[in-house]
């Protein structure tokens, strides 16, 4: 699971819309968004869809802004 930070959703509505351009993408297994937190929670089959394409859907897909977390390097 991949937790993207997503601002600019105020409410269900919102949400909604995020969860349903999301979820139409193959290799996305399910996906929740949270306003309040202002995240989306993805799972995914990473052999079928990457991050980046799922941050760019949202981007260009809703009226909101997406981005992953930067990988923390060992």
Do not use: Q, R, W
């Not at 991050?51 to 992953?68: D, L, M, P």
């Amino acid at each position: 699971m991949k937790t993207l930070k997503v601002t600019g959703m105020t409410c269900g509505s919102c949400c909604s819309k995020v969860e349903t351009a999301v979820a139409k993408m193959d290799g996305v297994v399910k996906v929740k968004a949270d306003y309040a937190k202002g995240v989306a929670m993805v799972i995914y089959e990473p052999e079928k869809v990457e991050v980046a394409k799922i941050v760019e859907t949202i981007n260009t897909k809703t009226s909101f802004k997406a981005s992953a977390p930067k990988e923390k390097s060992s």
